[in-house]
């Protein structure tokens, strides 16, 4: 029984101490608002940033994909424009 009058001794306690700290509405407005700030303002950096790196990439990948098919093509156009080579009797 001692440890249930402590518990509640300590809970009437807590109950009747005064808050260290009061609530403050606005102060915890701003915090949210700066931790959202920095949340948005880091998210766009880094979409500008990525964004610009999947340009570049994606460039870079269809100048290869022309530039390898162009090259085939002139292969197929190479082989069809040869005579094919003559063969001498035995």
Do not use: C, Y
């Amino acid at each position: 029984m001692t440890a249930e009058n402590d518990d509640t001794a300590d809970i009437k306690a807590l109950l009747n101490a005064p808050a260290a700290q009061p609530f403050d509405p606005d102060l915890s407005l701003r915090r949210v608002l700066v931790s959202a700030r920095r949340q948005t303002s880091t998210r766009d950096i880094l979409s500008f940033f990525f964004s610009w790196i999947w340009v570049l990439f994606a460039g870079f990948g269809a100048s290869l994909h022309q530039a390898h098919t162009r090259l085939q093509l002139q292969r197929e156009q190479q082989k069809r424009r040869r005579p094919p080579a003559p063969t001498t009797p035995a």
